[in-house]
């Protein structure tokens, strides 16, 4: 997949990422659901909308998606995310199914079927398994079937304890988008982009509308946890971002709560920050 350069009047230079024809979008559990856990569907109707008109324009969109653990704590009426590894990875199984079962539903009301990939890292490192997954994902894009792309909670013990797998969906997206040569990565998060400094805790933070290198001092002030219900913060977002980057995948953070996000992305809006690759 190609990449589309072009300099703007404003003397910054940006990808042209209309012209993107292959991009992931990633989005988190903050995203999917409300605080109890319960299932926020109106902005997964809105996303499965904007997917699909994505498609309908002619571009390839494949859906990363966080969620399972939260939502599984909706649907079994808990109060908080449970400390133990085995209610963790129950739990994600029963959030699974339902986590499907609407996003099936939502793409369905605009003539789009999709498909369940759950991956751990050893899938991607192994040789044979990584081909075998390669090919069922453009197996599923040759015939516009939306591939829907989760770590696998619940067999992967060292994903939910933070210890040597993806440890978040943030870097799972980015080794998505490298393995199936993406043109773009768009991670929607609850904050609008990446900022000089902590906005939740510094009323005067300001918003970094382009990136063109991420340098140490970024990563610095990046750091810090995500939502109680899910487990990426800003940090793994532009972790996930050096990755794609420095594989010639241009890529966008922004604020799923934004009304048309996506759409104005593409658009080539001022909105979240641009990470240009290399």
Not at 108 to 128: S, V
């Amino acid at each position: 997949m190609g990449n589309i350069t072009e300099k703007f009047d404003n003397g910054g230079s940006r990808v042209a990422i209309n012209f993107a024809k292959r991009i992931v979008v990633k989005v988190g559990t903050s995203s999917l659901t409300y605080e109890n856990g319960k299932m926020n569907f109106g902005n997964i109707d809105k996303l499965c909308r904007a997917i699909a008109d994505l498609w309908n324009s002619g571009k390839e969109v494949v859906l990363v998606t966080s969620g399972a653990i939260g939502v599984g704590i909706g649907c079994l009426k808990l109060t908080e995310r449970p400390s133990e590894t085995r209610d963790k990875q129950a739990v994600a199984a029963v959030g699974q199914c339902e986590l499907m079962n609407i996003y099936s539903r939502s793409f369905a009301e605009y003539q789009y079927n999709c498909g369940q990939i759950l991956l751990t890292r050893d899938d991607l490192t192994d040789r044979l398994t990584r081909s075998n997954i390669m090919n069922t994902m453009e197996a599923l894009l040759e015939r516009n079937i939306i591939p829907i792309i989760n770590e696998n909670d619940s067999v992967s013990t060292r994903e939910i304890i933070h210890n040597g797998t993806f440890g978040d969906n943030d870097t799972l997206s980015a080794h998505v988008a490298c393995l199936i040569n993406a043109d773009l990565l768009i991670i929607l998060s609850d904050i609008d982009g990446l900022y000089d400094d902590n906005p939740r805790e510094n009323p005067d933070a300001k918003r970094i509308s382009y990136v063109d290198e991420i340098t140490d001092e970024m990563l610095g002030f990046s750091q810090g946890a995500g939502s109680k219900l899910g487990t990426g913060g800003m940090y793994t977002k532009v972790t996930a971002m050096q990755r794609v980057t420095s594989n010639g995948i241009n890529g966008v953070i922004a604020d799923s709560s934004e009304p048309q996000v996506l759409e104005r992305i593409i658009s080539q809006e001022d909105i979240g920050t641009f990470f240009a690759a290399k």
